[in-house]
């Protein structure tokens, strides 16, 4: 392993976190990691990082501190305070934080850190739990042009799509857009199952042929699966995109942007999450459909 490579503290290791960092390790970076769960500690001391006790102890020698957690609470809750990362992080380090936030929580971070002579990039990702795994993760970042150029080779190690969307905070507003744009399409697609289903179409062959033409997207191509088998196993759980929803619904609202689909398809995630769906997959929506059109679920 070469010298020349910054130390990583990983801070978060999730559905989205676990694999990515192992991506990393793959790379030939040292990582050095820490997150709530003794198993998750253990699988990255197993992939060849080191698991430490606390956030203080991840981060005290690192380069480049790289937190996924669910949403800004917690990105709050590991950042700030004496336990905190910018209290224990190194003058000169590079926080990257990889979680899907309010676009005002990164904003607001990014000075924080200035004080503490920390540079920091938000860099959310959409490609899933499967995107993670396979190191083709949509990166989008925002934050200064030099600090992107230096944490580039740690993204490619990551994602295949990389994007310095702009100042601190685009980031996240454009990971806010991707979150709307998967949300509708989830629903377009649940809709047209149940009616394909209602209409005794043989669903596998409909949407083969569908996602072959304009109808066709990433979203029927990963999730095509899910709505064959009504297999709701999280990739990505109702709970954070109902999160996220409010996120954009509420980041358009102060832009004056009128999110007219969004807003619905926001209340039919919320709707899910009050029937208990909150832990299954996002493709779950197709259950809300289901029910809406007279089903058992």
Known sequence: MSNALPKIAWIGLGIMGSPMSENLIKAGYDVTGFTLEREKLDRLAAAGGTAAGSIAEAVRDADVVITMVPASPQVEAIAYGPDGILENAGSGALLIDMSSITPQTSIDLAKAAKDKGIRVLDAPVSGGEA????????????????????????????????????????????????????????????????????????????????????????????????????????????????KDMGIVTDAARNVGAALPVGAVVAQLVASLRAQGDGGLDHSALLRAVERLSGAQV
Do not use: Y
């Open 131 to 242: 995107g993670a795994i396979e190191a083709v993760l949509s990166i989008m970042v925002g934050g200064g042009q030099a600090d992107f150029d230096q944490a580039k080779p740690i993204f490619e190690a990551l994602g295949k799509t990389v994007v310095l969307c702009g100042p601190h905070g685009s980031g996240q507003t454009v990971k806010a857009a991707n979150q709307l744009i998967v949300a509708v399409n989830i629903q377009a697609c649940a809709e047209a199952v149940v009616f394909l289903e209602k209409s005794g179409v043989d669903l596998k062959a409909a949407l083969d042929v569908l996602n072959g033409g304009l109808a066709g997207s990433t979203v029927l191509t990963r999730k095509k699966d899910n709505f064959l088998g009504r297999d709701f196993k999280p990739g990505f759980r109702i709970d954070l995109h109902h």
